[in-house]
């Protein structure tokens, strides 16, 4: 998934008529149409509603009901990747999760910030790359720029502002390493 991460972009402006009328037709659609469909049974359902909103899915991701999606135009899932419930994804930026990846509940992805040392605090975007085999326990936090490593563990409660290496288990706030990840067969 390395091949999606791009430099922190600035823009002085991201909320352009087109891009507010975007957000409000989603917005719209999303509790008409996404969320009142809950059940396992409509997980196709609410993956024709993303991709129609220019998502990138794989044709088994799991979304669930509950998972807030800020723009699906910047998401995209890998093959059984999974956004558990109540997961926020404020995808200012893009957000790409690799295959058999799953973010548990209520966890929350924010690919975008703010400029600090420019007084006008100008929004900038930055994409968050999760990649292959990857499970974010309950409740974490991850940043905008980060890469988080193919195989790597965050632990529940996490705050993720950098990247994480491959095959790594990392955890408390802010996210430190805490061990090797080593696979029995």
Not at 16 to 32: A, E, H, P
Not at 58 to 77: C, G
Request: aromatic share 12%; with cysteine.
């Amino acid at each position: 998934m390395n091949q999606y991460k791009v430099d922190i972009a600035r823009y002085e402006s991201d909320f352009s008529l087109s891009n507010k009328i975007g957000r409000l037709c989603w917005g719209i659609c999303y509790y008409l149409f996404f969320r009142p469909f809950g059940t396992p049974l409509f997980r196709i359902w609410r993956n024709f509603i993303l991709r129609m909103f220019g998502a990138r899915l794989s044709p088994h991701v799991n979304v669930y009901a509950s998972a807030k999606i800020w723009a699906p135009w910047n998401l995209e899932m890998g093959d059984y990747a999974c956004l558990g419930s109540g997961v926020d994804c404020y995808n200012q930026g893009k957000i790409c999760i690799g295959a058999n990846t799953t973010i548990s509940q209520k966890s929350y992805l924010c690919a975008s910030s703010h400029d600090i040392t420019d007084s006008k605090h100008p929004l900038t975007l930055s994409p968050i790359v999760i990649e292959d085999q990857v499970w974010i326990a309950a409740d974490v936090f991850i940043g905008p720029g980060v890469t988080i490593g193919e195989g790597a563990v965050v632990g529940a409660r996490s705050a993720v502002f950098k990247d994480v290496e491959p095959w790594t288990v990392v955890g408390g706030n802010p996210a430190k390493f805490i061990k090797k990840r080593e696979l029995t067969k």
